[in-house]
T-cell receptor, first 114, second 113 residues
């Protein structure tokens, strides 16, 4: 079983839609949760970073963490064609990984259509 | 501020050959990481340098892979001899301090024929 599960998609939505992206994980030691965005032929770029359970908002993006269910989500409001990319969840723990070793999901490919 | 750079962007080699990938981290970043994504799989951690010292190399697949960071600046990842299953995209990332945001380079796409 993978430590982090993420639906690869592809996910296609119309412009302006609310997008929900999710990951589940099995390692209860994970404490840090990140969402990266990756455009084609580019490296992953950090979008959101959360530590505790709850919600964190940044513009059109909201990251949600539920440690009791081992479930994290990224919501994108008013989606734009420029949001079309692959979204990767990533996690780390401080004890074994020193906060450095990121464990990624496979990524969800998102396409926002005009 | 220049980002993480990687060279080459793409390398095609034959099985059994040697390839060396290079990563230049963001200036001032002591922490440097190598990751790899093979086809259809998730990005996986390979190793972590703090300055010139290997802090964690638990993700290195086998002894055909050798990473160095002499002088604590740029890093190289050598694969010798390359095998078909080594094909994938190799990413480098850097951060200023441990646990800080990791900034990724564009990756080197390695194809082993």
């Amino acid at each position: 079983q993978k430590e982090v599960e993420q639906d690869p998609g592809p996910l296609s939505v119309p412009e302006g839609a609310i997008v929900s992206l999710n990951c589940t994980y099995s390692n209860s030691a994970f404490q840090y949760f990140m969402w990266y965005r990756q455009y084609s032929r580019k490296g992953p770029e950090l979008l959101m970073y959360t530590y505790s359970s709850g919600n964190k908002e940044d513009g059109r993006f909201t990251a949600q963490v539920d440690k009791s269910s081992k479930y994290i989500s990224l919501f994108i409001r008013d989606s734009q064609p420029s949001d079309s990319a692959t979204y990767l969840c990533a996690m780390s723990d401080w004890v074994t990984g020193g906060g450095n070793k990121l464990t990624f999901g496979t990524g969800t490919q998102l396409k926002v259509e005009l | 501020e220049a980002g993480v750079t990687q060279f080459p962007s793409h390398s095609v080699i034959e099985k059994g050959q040697t390839v060396t990938l290079r990563c230049d981290p963001i200036s001032g970043h002591d922490n440097l990481y190598w990751y790899r994504r093979v086809m259809g799989k998730e990005i996986k951690f390979l190793l972590h340098f703090v300055k010139e010292s290997k802090q964690d190399e638990s993700g290195m697949p086998n002894n055909r892979f050798l990473a160095e960071r002499t002088g604590g600046t740029y890093s190289t990842l050598k694969v010798q001899p390359a095998e078909l299953e080594d094909s994938g995209v190799y990413f480098c990332a850097s951060s200023r301090d441990r646990g800080d945001t990791q900034y990724f380079g564009p990756g080197t796409r390695l194809t082993v024929l």
